[in-house]
C-alpha cells in the first residue's frame, strides 16, 4: 500500500498532460474545478490496449498496491468500464525529528476505460472526523480557525495524489511479452 501510495503521488509530480474539464490551478499546483470549486486531478491518458485489456490491468495495479483490494474497490463494472476505489491516506505534522499522525484524508478515485485510453478522476477528499470536511477550506485563511498548518496539508495532499496517479500511470503500462532466449 505504502509503494502504492508513493508511486501514485510520483506519477502526479510527472504529469504534464492536460486536465480534462475546465480547472484552474492554485498556487500549490492543486487542480481546482472551476465549476464545482472543489479539488479535482483529471487526465486521460493515451495507452495502448483495448478497453478490457486497460480494465485488466488495472484490476492488477489495485492487487498489486492496496493492501485490502476487495475494500478498497467499490465499483468493479466490466460492462460499462468502470471501477472507483475508495481509499485515504495519512497526514503527518513535522515536530523536530519526530513526525506526529495529523489525520486521514479519504479520496474517491474513478478509473474509465475506452480502446487506446482511459480516464483518471480523483475527487471528494475529505478529512475524516466526525462529519465531512471537505479539505477545500484548508485554502479559506480567513477562516477564523485557519492555522498555517493547512498550507502543509495541502501541500502533503497534492504530493500524495500526484504519486498515486504516477503509479497508475506506469501500472497500466503494456507488460513486455518475455522473449525466449535460442541456444
Known amino acids: 500500500m505504502k509503494t502504492f501510495i508513493t508511486g501514485f503521488f510520483s506519477l502526479a509530480f510527472v504529469i504534464t498532460g492536460l486536465f480534462a474539464g475546465a480547472q484552474e490551478e492554485t498556487?500549490?499546483?492543486?487542480?481546482?474545478?472551476?465549476?464545482?470549486?472543489?479539488?479535482?486531478?483529471?487526465?486521460?491518458?493515451?495507452?495502448?490496449?483495448?478497453?478490457?485489456?486497460?480494465?485488466?490491468?488495472?484490476?492488477?495495479?489495485?492487487?498489486?498496491?492496496?493492501?485490502n483490494p476487495a475494500d478498497a474497490c467499490r465499483v468493479r463494472n466490466r460492462e460499462s468500464a468502470v471501477i472507483e476505489i475508495l481509499h485515504r491516506f495519512e497526514l503527518t505534522n513535522t515536530e523536530g525529528d519526530a513526525r506526529v499522525p495529523a489525520g486521514i484524508v479519504n479520496y474517491l478515485l474513478k478509473l474509465e476505460f475506452k480502446a487506446g485510453r482511459y480516464r483518471y478522476t480523483i475527487t471528494e477528499l475529505t478529512l475524516k472526523q466526525a462529519s465531512r470536511f471537505p479539505i477545500e477550506k484548508w485554502f479559506d485563511k480567513t477562516d477564523k480557525l485557519y492555522s498555517p498548518l493547512w498550507d502543509n496539508y495541502l501541500q502533503q495532499v497534492d504530493k500524495q495524489a500526484r504519486q498515486l496517479i504516477d503509479n497508475l500511470k506506469n501500472g497500466m503500462m503494456p507488460v513486455p511479452e518475455k522473449q525466449e532466449v535460442k541456444w
Not at 35 to 64: F, H, K
Open 27 to 67: 498556487t500549490m499546483s492543486i487542480p481546482i474545478d472551476k465549476d464545482s470549486g472543489m479539488i479535482s486531478y483529471q487526465e486521460v491518458v493515451q495507452e495502448a490496449g483495448t478497453a478490457d485489456e486497460l480494465y485488466t490491468r488495472c484490476i492488477e495495479w489495485i492487487n498489486r498496491n492496496y493492501k
